[in-house]
């Protein structure tokens, strides 16, 4: 696994935070849950494709 992966998602995760508070700050909540969910979706999709690439590694060593 890449370590540049996990650096990602820390960084989504760290920006992500801050902005939520700005956001809940300023009194705008729902927009920062959209974006607290936008970027749960982000994370997802990165770890979505990793496993994708997980099973087709293992699809190729077992030949199936």
Same mark, same amino acid.
């Given at each position: ?10 960084? %989504?995760?760290? #920006?992500?935070? !801050?902005?939520?508070? =700005? ?11 959209? $974006?607290?969910?936008?970027?749960? %979706?982000?994370? #997802?999709?990165? !770890?979505?494709?990793? =496993? ?11 030949? $199936?």
């Amino acid at each position: 696994m890449d370590i540049n992966l996990i650096f990602k998602i820390a960084g %989504i995760g760290i #920006l992500v935070s !801050v902005l939520n508070m =700005v956001l809940k700050q300023a009194g705008k909540e729902e927009q920062a849950q959209m $974006l607290t969910l936008a970027g749960v %979706i982000i994370v #997802l999709m990165m !770890v979505i494709q990793l =496993v994708q690439r997980l099973f087709t590694d293992v699809r190729s060593v077992f030949g $199936l």
